[in-house]
């Protein structure tokens, strides 16, 4: 019985082990692919200055190209505002400013006009309400351009590492208790 016990509890030990240390080798990869991915983009934003936006006016434009490609016409809405001393146009993230330089919004959904549309609204709505709300601008002097909303923020960067440290500290505290177990018990069974 005692030969039994002790082959099943060498068993669950060695299950423990490599699932902490998947869990360890997980976390190492998650690491390195935000170290890779998210940290550059993180580090080359310009856009670190949070400041006041005043609105000065809102249209909604007509589009018909997005990244170069004839798309079916899709509204738009362009905002411009005045921001730390100086008039600025308004782009609600850096991949919007990427995508269409004459959109400060672009809808999600760009195939039912009808939804775009109702979006383009909504969004503008929302602008006229506020009149005054926080945005990011750059320290260049002859930038003419502000955001809404940082896509690669502190914010952003910190709720990435917040899984693979629970993987880590999960993996070694699963680690750590296998071998307090073990050396516990080769310590009982000395005496």
């Not at 019985?1 to 002790?6: R, T």
């Not at 001393?85 to 308004?90: D, I, K, M, P």
Request: net charge positive; with cysteine.
């Amino acid at each position: 019985m005692g030969k039994k016990l002790v082959m099943a509890q060498k068993r669950g030990e060695t299950r423990a082990l490599c699932l902490g240390v998947a869990m360890v080798v997980c976390a190492v990869i998650a690491y390195y692919i935000l170290g890779t991915t998210m940290l550059p983009l993180y580090q080359k934003s310009v856009w670190t200055q949070k400041s006041m936006c005043h609105l000065i006016e809102t249209n909604i434009r007509e589009q018909q190209e997005l990244e170069g490609k004839k798309v079916p016409q899709y509204p738009c809405l362009w905002v411009n505002v005045s921001a730390v001393g100086r008039w600025a146009v308004l782009y609600h993230t850096e991949d919007t400013r990427d995508q269409n330089q004459q959109c400060s919004y672009i809808p999600g959904s760009l195939e039912n006009y009808q939804e775009a549309r109702a979006d383009v609204e909504k969004v503008r709505a929302t602008f006229h309400k506020k009149q005054i709300f926080y945005c990011f601008s750059t320290s260049r002097e002859n930038e003419t351009s502000v955001l809404y909303q940082r896509l690669y923020g502190p914010r952003t960067l910190l709720f990435s590492l917040v899984w693979p440290t629970f993987l880590l500290t999960g993996g070694l505290l699963i680690i750590a208790m296998v071998k307090i177990n073990q050396c516990l018990s080769i310590l009982a069974a000395q005496k």
